[in-house]
T-cell receptor, first 115, second 115 residues
Framework: GAVVSQHPSWVICKSGTSVKIECRSL??????MFWYRQFPKQSLMLMAT?????????EQGVEKDKFLINHASLTLSTLTVTSAHPEDSSFYIC???????????FGQGTRLTVV | AQTVTQSQPEMSVQEAETVTLSCTYD???????LFWYKQPPSRQMILVIR??????QNATENRFSVNFQKAAKSFSLKISDSQLGDAAMYFC????????????FGKGITLSVRP
């Protein structure tokens, strides 16, 4: 399958700072990328859908001013957690797909710890 | 709205035995896809198997097969000859047809394999 690379794998940041997570499709052009949040032993919760060149569509209850998503190219989407707080600590996962592709390909995930 | 239900939070199987993981879904769409994803302790999401709704034949991938009952909206995963490496969380997922539609996940099931 296609390769999606997510960086960093883990990050620790201080409360009040911002952190950026990158999601890259390495061998295909991803017209759509999805960002998920996952708590331990729980399912993936979709945060937002981003289409290349368009504003992201956020799921209900997700603060768009706190979780800034940019999808400026067909190979890169970024999630910026602004003014992070300890409750933002979680595992964040991206996935990418493209028109005509049935499955979505997942990045390795990023473990964010806010201290 | 589409929903995916995995009612068993945990299951255990003896190595070399067979286990079946249950999943039901609800949709009013006629064009859709169903998936089983595996998430090992590394937390990398791995596609195990997929089923197109229009296909009557059940999908098979080596030791993994599904029992797709469209009328009953049931999509169970059978793992034959279970191996220690099969221990993971398994998620059933649905997405409707069309370009770039999002995945809807079940709550997941934790499978343990006894040596």
């Amino acid at each position: 399958g296609a390769v999606v690379s997510q960086h960093p794998s883990w990050v620790i940041c201080k409360s009040g700072t911002s952190v950026k997570i990158e999601c890259r499709s390495l061998d295909f052009q991803a017209t759509t990328m999805f960002w998920y949040r996952q708590f331990p032993k729980q399912s993936l919760m979709l945060m937002a859908t981003s289409n290349e060149g368009s504003k992201a569509t956020y799921e209900q209850g997700v603060e768009k001013d706190k979780f800034l998503i940019n999808h400026a190219s067909l190979t890169l989407s970024t999630l910026t957690v602004t003014s992070a707080h300890p409750e933002d600590s979680s595992f964040y996962i991206c996935s990418a797909t493209s028109a005509g592709v049935i499955e979505a390909f997942f990045g390795q995930g990023t473990r964010l710890t806010v201290v | 709205a589409q929903t995916v239900t995995q009612s068993q939070p945990e299951m255990s199987v003896q190595e070399a035995e067979t286990v079946t993981l249950s999943c039901t879904y609800d949709t009013s769409e006629s064009d859709y896809y169903l998936f089983w994803y595996k998430q090992p302790p590394s937390r990398q999401m791995i596609l195990v198997i997929r089923q197109e709704a229009y296909k009557q034949q059940n999908a098979t991938e080596n030791r993994f097969s599904v029992n797709f009952q469209k009328a009953a909206k049931s999509f169970s995963l059978k793992i034959s000859d279970s191996q220690l490496g099969d221990a993971a969380m398994y998620f059933c997922a649905y997405r409707k047809g069309g370009a770039n539609s999002k995945l809807t996940f079940g709550k997941g099931i934790t499978l343990s394999v006894r040596p």
